[in-house]
């Protein structure tokens, strides 16, 4: 990790040694003013560091939203049968299990997205 300067506040951030020669570097706080007033394009050029809580907090909502209605409708009268005990154990299990699918994923992708920059 390296210790870089926000390119709009000015506030040191963390910076992994490979996103170093990103585009531009962003704390958390100041990327979130710019969702919304820049392209989507040059948002994906910007290196942020994002605290562990918000990255955790995007994964989960991430998981609410794409993997719980899915999981809801296939197992929806099976989990009406189980205990609350029950219940409690599978959902942690499921989430558990779509959390770790939903890393390597996020891995996977940004290995590829190396790969591409490597052959740039």
């Not at 907090?57 to 719980?68: H, K, R, S």
């Not at 409708?73 to 770790?100: H, P, R, V």
């Amino acid at each position: 990790m390296l210790r870089l300067k926000c390119n709009f506040c000015g506030k040191e951030i963390d910076c992994p040694l490979e996103d170093k020669d990103a585009k531009q570097h962003a704390c958390y706080e100041c990327f979130q003013k710019l969702e919304g007033t820049m392209p989507a394009s040059e948002l994906d050029q910007i290196q942020v560091d994002v605290p562990s809580d918000a990255l955790n907090e995007m994964i989960t909502q991430d998981l609410l939203e794409e993997v719980f209605p899915s999981l809801w409708e296939d197992k929806k009268e099976e989990l009406k049968e189980k205990s609350k005990k029950e219940l409690a154990q599978f959902m942690f299990a499921s989430g558990a299990l779509a959390m770790g699918q939903r890393l390597a994923e996020l891995g996977e992708e940004e290995e590829e997205a190396e790969e591409d920059d490597e052959k740039e």
